[in-house]
């Protein structure tokens, strides 16, 4: 059409564009800040919970208080676990707060966009469907694990402070209680729970929370549990065998062969808990479960681009 | 090199042909007009534009294949892809902070400039602004990025009538400077008539009519006929006949306007009355309209 209109020059269509440039961890740094400024859940919650949380121990503190004298009557080890029970119950809490937080921002994170068509919005500016994707995972896999970590340590120091005024206030040792608590130690296994079992374990149930919001219409939450069930059945049918849902149980339960030596149990106390980060580091699980995540990612990323925006 | 090149493009949904073989070439500076009914085929051509969604033939946006280069397409284009798409849970400020962070041709105080001649707060989110405060801010975004193609489709859908005049008299004023391409669809044609350089009619996938404005205002003719003249004008051969309020009005194409001028009240015709001629020449939607 009007091909004599307008006069075209080339260079015009070109001169500018090589200067501006926004370098990428630039957009990737403001793609998660979106993500917080959306989903304020994200640190709101866990800090409710700590907050609630802590009230409840200050308030009850002199029950406590009274328990630990009981047990230490009794035995050194009674004793251990009147002092170090609300500990773990507050790392405890805050770890299930952060799944149940991350679930749900996975399983939002695409269809939301796509419900409120915003993505029409997002798409209409210079940034990548990989980087959206990528900002997306980070959140589940190394923020809120770095967040819950912040939270859970200034939680167990508060926690610690007020038994030690109370402890001053009604004349008691404020160091055996410290001896006993071993709060240094105890607060770097919860973070490194956290980071390794919570974020970086954990990344294959993100990664296809996170691929299951970018494909299903609705019920995303159902799509990414349903499938599963059904396949952990028929492999129970057809061949009596229940390989599936032990793997899906290990991976859970976060992986206590390969993270720490001790199983069962919620291996963040000192006394009973090795961290055997080298040979994490080797284990296969960890790099299965990383490239796991990885072929999500890259389907979501896919989905995102080739689904229709209307 | 032309803003917008098009050969064959093609987009099916399955059995259905949304855009079905577009030839299309969009030079630099113009502002067109893309009209058409709904499910013509205009949203599906401007996603393949927009780098949205694949497409068949070739297609090439300020020289770049939009599908496989759309990020990179984005730094030059800016869209506002129908009405109320603004994340709702956004605050205005939050918005100028991500633009700025991510936009390269993003420039933050000619967006606050724009701002400040609305009433939206920075503080406010975009939940708690009017539908059409949201399209002032959406403008106000895409006004204050340095690009040289700008897409529009059904951008004041809904909205009342002062907005939907601001809205295109502030595009024309403070973000048209002749060498930027705007394109926009909406179906408000009477809105756009002025602002417009070239328009183009789409029906089932394909481009029915093109013509630049300054050819339509030369080359269409409506008159309102005096009724002795009648049989006159119809040997003339209009393109189309129409009743108002007793009268009977056709439109010409190509026909001399000295001769025209002495058969009635001449004028230039709405776009929305050659759109009404021009669909009523389409075969299969002849019957309503054309006779």
Known sequence: ?310 | MACIEARGLRKAFGSTIAVDGIDLRVEEGRILGLIGPNGAGKTTALNAILGLTSFEGELKVLGRDPWSERERLMRDVSFIADVAVLPRWIRVSQMLDYMAGIHPRFDRAKAEGFLARTTIKHISRVRELSKGMVVQLHLALVMAIDAKLLVLDEPTLGLDILFRKQFYDSLLNDYFDGRRTIIVTTHQVEEIQNVLTDLMFIDRGRIVFRTSMEDFESRYFEVAVNPDRLEQARALKPMHERQVLGRTILLFSSADRSQLAALGDLRTPSIADLFVAVMGHQPARSQGAAQ
């Not at chain 1, 405890?92 to 149940?100: H, N, S, V, Y």
């Not at chain 1, 109370?166 to 004349?171: I, K, M, N």
């Not at chain 1, 059945?233 to 290990?250: D, K, Q």
């Not at chain 1, 040979?279 to 989905?303: D, E, K, Q, Y």
């Open chain 1, 1 to 310: 059409m009007n091909t004599h209109a307008n006069a075209v020059h080339d260079s015009s269509l070109e001169s500018p564009a090589a200067v501006s440039v926004v370098p990428p961890p630039q957009t990737l740094y403001w793609s998660l800040r979106r993500e917080f400024w959306e989903n304020r859940s994200l640190y709101i919650a866990p800090l409710a919970v700590a907050a609630v949380f802590l009230l409840g121990f200050a308030v009850s503190i002199s029950h406590t208080l009274r328990r630990i004298r009981g047990a230490s009557l009794l035995a050194a080890e009674k004793q251990l676990q009147a002092i170090t029970t609300p500990y773990d119950l507050a790392a405890g809490l805050l770890m299930f707060t952060g799944i149940l937080v991350a679930v749900f921002y996975c399983i939002d994170a695409f269809q939301g966009e796509r419900r409120d068509r915003s993505i029409l919005f997002w798409k209409s500016l210079p940034v990548s469907d990989t980087t959206t994707v990528l900002a997306k995972a980070v959140i589940p896999i190394l923020l809120l694990p770095l967040l819950l970590s912040a939270v859970s340590f200034a939680l167990q120091w508060s926690m610690f402070l007020v038994a030690s005024a109370a402890l001053s206030a009604t004349g008691q040792s404020v160091s055996t209680y410290w001896a006993q608590l071993a709060l240094p130690q105890m607060s770097f296994l919860v973070i490194y729970h956290l980071v390794v079992v919570h974020g970086i374990w954990h990344a294959p149930f993100y990664g296809w929370f996170l691929l299951v919001s970018a494909w299903a219409r609705r019920m995303a939450f159902l799509w990414a549990i349903l499938p599963v069930l059904a396949v952990v059945a028929l492999e129970r049918l057809l061949f009596n065998t229940s390989n599936i849902a032990v793997m899906l149980g290990r991976r859970l339960s976060g992986g206590a062969a390969e993270v720490m030596p001790m199983p069962g149990t919620m291996p963040i106390h000192p006394a009973t808990t090795h961290v055997t980060f080298l040979h994490f580091l080797f284990s296969p699980g960890l790099w299965i479960g990383l490239a796991v995540t990885a072929a999500f990612l890259a389907g979501a990323v896919r989905l995102r681009r080739y689904r229709d925006p209307n």
